[in-house]
């Protein structure tokens, strides 16, 4: 239908402007006249500017005029008023516990995970799970503009299988933890099913398959250094929750001698494929360490509050030269919810009141982390985080037509400060409109609705409650 | 044309059902079916529960099978789905600010202050410039779910007007300050332009007239006597800003030989009709103080977080007795919008943090703080903040058919870290809809988004900007 579309529109076309046809490419899609905040290496940011893609990747970005002058396509999408931004990246989540959301706030991380989670966990996580866990959460992330996440969780061939449903680009991490997990019973299965898992993936469009060793307080040596190899062989990431709890320190200096960062370094671990998740309790030799070593971090500002688990040195970190990305945590006991443009404004606020000073963290310094450094933090830069020639089309319109988003003094002060997740209206992952209008192209969000409300009862009568 | 359509209701429904007719009571809304989440003094959670209005005010609130039994109204809110609770209070803000927004984010306060917003509040503010901002902050505040929201700005007559006009209700505070204001140029111009706008908003339905003596640091004694006696004069309330900064405070025990609030204290103006907005550096002798006091305060994370403030110790002042309400403060440089959703999330994360304990601040307690106890803190409780008989009905409606709204497993929860702004999608003010299913009624939205881009314009004029 589309290309029957595209033939006749080139038809009507070259009949009418035989001349300037003959100059014109054909591309799948065009994004038209909006405010385009590129995130290149120069932050260009072009007024009535348009985005031309071809397959999933963008073939030109520029003025309108100029697009207009040098490209045809049979799609169209009108960004007039709009501003046109790259894919918000989510760092750091675990989207199947989606359907955990709100199971039981306001206690220690130690209760929560030992009374609330665990057994819930043990008793409700299965494939069938994890699958609509991982749609529910597709629904939120595409609302909120999330075209990429990262995700650490159990069953992820399953979460790919949905990931790639829903449209949205998926850096997924099989756990590995040293007690039975919901999937794999012990480290011989956890790398017998991560093995399959990545070999399946290699060469996906959207899906990049990873192991997700959980942390150094959960993982022996053996079982860290395991995982490593295994994401080298593949030349896949490494996903894991680094210094995340001062506990977490305290214990690596009585039993290494070390910070978890350099014990990750001194296990041969850290790398320029790895994920750092939190890395709340570095020092200033740690930051230095992961800025040498090229590890991406990712900081969780709600998760990071909402559990007290202590705040990220961010400023430091970036002045030190390391990657950072942004995440949401996962969406239960630590959030409560997977949109990412709550981050980029806590991220901000959060290092303002911590350092006591409110240049600490710019509006144009955590819209870099929610896109660009973000990207860097993934190990994706090549790829996704800019709009620019070559990568991947992912692409969000957010609508300034709303009471919060005007007037507008500057750009990345209204993205980062007023504009909401609600406000992004259409989104485009890998050239493919995932949503128009708010309306959900992917994921049926009625069916997803209804089965989590069903998770929810079932979850509650297997916990005893009510 | 509704009054017609009641007394053809009526007719239909006499002949009908003579019997149960005679014993139903007429009434002018009821709000049918909801989750109804009183915050009365038992916190009593109705499921399936409904609220009959007459007038502007609450006739009864209970289990839908009773209140059906008991009630007919010609005009019924379906909320089978929705949350239905007390509209949200705004306990302090600054809303022609709104055409300020994001004018000069990132930099210290008093540059904030000296270089940018006291240039451009002299070069712009007039009563044309207040009421435009005043309806672009109405469209917002509703479409959050906020009812009632406490001001201090300039020209608060005009706002008074547009307030009304929105159909919301203000506790609006004329600002008294030791230097011209844009509205009046000194204090005796500041005593005539408060007294006669206090005596015109007399026993208004929606409007409460008051005085608002700046902060210690820009009125002199005199100042903050006069606009409290005028105040006690017409019994309105009294709103000043308390303790936001830390030079605050040092020079207060400088000049004073003691804290703000004990100097507040020494010279008579706190009390019982005081609202005091930010309330950080304040000390547990303060906090007993403003306890005995009965004065309100409103804490503002955002802004306290954005311009570096400091943090207030909400918990302790909620264990000393305090009321302790919520605000955005002005959504320029210090937030930068006006979703009271937002602020009731970060009160609980902010407090989590700073005392490095998830159980600080619960999501019940900030759900408080957004509803009754903000009426406490405005001195309007026996009005405002509850679903309860005789109360004013302001009621809100917030969707649960989202994605990041399921499942539920505990509602104070959801509503505190899950649901958003944007999920309101019913607001009643005194028993007047203002919005009905996302689609303002009483502001001309389009014209008011088209008017703040052009005040945006002027503004960058008047500031050489571009």
New interface residues.
């Given amino acids: 239908m589309m290309r029957m579309k595209r033939v006749i529109l080139i038809v009507i076309f070259a009949v009418g402007t035989m001349a300037s046809a003959q100059t014109k490419q054909d591309v799948d899609l065009i994004i038209s006249g909006g405010t385009v905040v590129t995130m290149d290496a120069a932050r260009a940011i072009i007024h009535d500017g348009s985005v031309a893609v071809r397959g999933d990747s963008i073939i030109a970005v520029g003025p309108s005029s100029e697009i207009e002058k040098r490209y045809r396509s049979p799609q169209v999408i009108d960004a007039r008023g709009s501003l046109v931004l790259p894919g918000f990246i989510n760092g750091h989540t675990h989207v199947p516990m989606?359907?955990?959301?709100?199971?039981?706030?306001?206690?220690?991380?130690n209760d929560?995970l030992r009374k609330y989670i665990f057994p819930a966990e043990a008793k409700n996580v299965n494939a069938e799970f994890v699958r609509w866990g991982t749609r529910?959460?597709a629904?939120?992330q595409i609302?909120a503009g999330v075209t990429t996440f990262a995700d650490m969780y159990y069953f992820e061939d399953a979460i790919a299988e949905e990931t790639k449903a829903a449209g949205m680009r998926g850096v997924l991490g099989e756990t590995f933890i040293d007690f039975p997990a919901p999937d794999n019973k012990s480290e011989a299965q956890m790398l017998a099913y991560t093995e399959n898992f990545l070999k399946r993936w290699q060469g996906d469009s959207l899906i990049q398959a990873a192991p997700a060793p959980h942390s150094i307080y959960t993982c022996s040596k053996k079982t860290l250094q395991d995982a490593a190899a295994l994401a080298r062989k593949y030349h896949a990431p490494i996903l894991i929750h680094v210094a995340e709890m001062k506990k977490e320190w305290d214990d690596s200096e009585k039993e290494h001698g070390m910070s978890p960062v350099s014990y990750l370094n001194s296990i041969g671990v850290l790398g320029p494929d790895v994920v750092a998740a939190h890395c709340i309790y570095v020092d200033a030799d740690d930051e230095k360490l992961l800025a040498e070593k090229r590890a991406g971090c990712v900081h969780n500002p709600?998760s990071?509050?909402?559990?007290?688990s202590?705040?990220s040195p961010v400023p430091d970190m970036r002045a030190t030269g390391v990657a950072v990305g942004l995440g949401t945590d996962g969406?239960a006991g630590s959030?409560?919810?997977?949109?990412l443009m709550?981050e980029i404004?806590?991220a901000?606020?959060?290092a303002?009141?911590t350092?006591?000073?409110?240049?600490?963290l710019?509006?144009k310094d955590v819209v870099e982390m929610a896109t660009i450094d973000g990207a860097r933090a993934l190990h994706m830069e090549k790829e996704i985080g800019s709009l620019e020639t070559g990568k991947k089309a992912d692409v969000v319109l957010i609508s300034l037509?709303?009471?919060?988003a005007?007037?507008?003094?500057?750009i990345y002060?209204?993205i980062a400060?007023?504009l909401?997740?609600?406000d992004v209206e259409t989104v485009i992952i890998g050239g493919r409109v995932v949503m128009r209008d708010r309306k959900l192209l992917t994921v049926d969000?009625p069916a997803?609705?209804e089965k989590?409300?069903e998770?929810?009862?079932s979850?509650?009568k297997s916990l005893q409650?009510e």
């Fill in positions: 989606t359907l955990f959301r709100g199971l039981h706030d306001d206690v220690t991380l929560w529910l959460a629904a939120e609302r709600s990071n509050m909402m559990l007290a202590g705040v969406p959030n409560n919810d997977l949109d709550e404004d806590l901000s606020k959060l303002k009141i350092k006591m000073d409110p240049r600490a710019n509006a037509d709303e009471p919060n005007v007037p507008m003094y500057d002060s209204q400060y007023s909401k997740g609600s969000e997803v609705l989590a409300r998770y929810g009862e979850v509650k409650m």
